[in-house]
């Protein structure tokens, strides 16, 4: 569909193109464009822009990905159809491996996620061959299995648009949790250590940009943050926001 840029959604609308063509290129379930329907949401409520609190996060995660001895990139199908280009250039700027790690896996999906990923530019994708298979302890979904080379054996992983109970399992398992995800107050928001606010494909593009800046830096050190002070800024600026539209 020709999306005219007068629109006044057209950004939104954009996005949701790339996820239907996503889904019928076979890298996102039918679930993911649910998923995506309630990150809309959200979106709407924290004004479709990158607030300072997601711009806060963004720059303690870059540094945390910088500084990380074994930093892993977790692709999921939505992750996969919105940002490879910048997924592939994230992974080069902080030295991460990638790794497809799905919640509904499907062995097709996954082959299809990575083809995408290296036709933007990735040469490595684990995730995919069992006999590397690991299982992370407390966790009953499919994405209990990860990769002895990455998530299994990480110390910061990166996950956006991701379910609470894999953030907890993670964190239990010792590594450090970095999350995408538009709900301020979902489980995965509330449990990672560094919830960056903001819509994945805005927020990585500038996760990618601030990187490139950080990575050149002789001496850079750990950023003081507040995982909850900052989440609950951005919960504020949601009921700020509702007041405003609801004119009350
Ligand atoms: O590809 P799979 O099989 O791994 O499945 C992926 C989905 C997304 C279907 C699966 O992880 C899922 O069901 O996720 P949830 O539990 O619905 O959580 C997704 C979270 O991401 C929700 O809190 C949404 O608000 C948020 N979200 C949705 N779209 C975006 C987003 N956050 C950031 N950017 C978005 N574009």
Redesign the pocket.
Known sequence: MLIPKSHPRAASLH?REK?VSGYKSG???E?????????????YLIGEKTSKYALRAIKAASVALILAKAPVISV?????A?CPKEIVQLAKIVNAKIEV??????EK?KRN?AKTLKKNGAKEILGLESKYYKTIPKLDS??RVADKRGIFSADVVLV?????DRTIALKKFGKKVI?????P??R??QTADIT??????R?MKILVDISKKFAKKKNLSKIKFDNKKNLAHSINLVKKNLRRMAHV
Do not use: K, M, Q
């Open positions: 996005i996820l890298l996102l379930v679930e993911g464009l649910l998923a995506h329907g309630r990150g809309e949401t959200f979106d999921n199908g939505n992750f996969a919105l790690n799905l919640f509904y896996t499907n999906r996620i499919a994405r956006p648009l991701e379910d609470g999350t995408f995800d538009l709900n107050l979902s995965t928001a960056i606010v903001d819509n994945v494909i927020g």
